[in-house]
């Protein structure tokens, strides 16, 4: 059997409230790493890159991983006669 060695992990996190932000947008990516620490550095990289967030000023609220269910994962077998 075939092990995949990397994982789709869904990470969902946001800025910590301010006084001019007690409402800050939540923020959910869909990522492929190797464990859930691996994850959530992505995670924090792509949303100081894209949304000018930093890991010291935001909170992670949820850290899921997601099941495979791409038909890449699936083997067809198929005969023509």
């Not at 006084?19 to 790493?33: F, T």
Request: glycine share 4%; with cysteine.
């Amino acid at each position: 059997m075939v092990t995949f060695r990397f994982h789709q992990y869904q990470v969902v996190g946001k800025a910590l409230p301010t006084e001019n932000d007690e409402h800050p947008k939540i923020y959910r990516m869909k990522l492929w790493a190797i464990n859930e620490v691996r994850a959530k550095s992505k995670f924090w990289y792509f949303l100081r890159k894209l949304k000018k967030v930093k890991k010291s000023n935001g909170q992670v609220l949820a850290i899921n991983e997601m099941g495979i269910l791409c038909f890449y994962a699936i083997v067809f077998n198929f005969a023509l006669f």
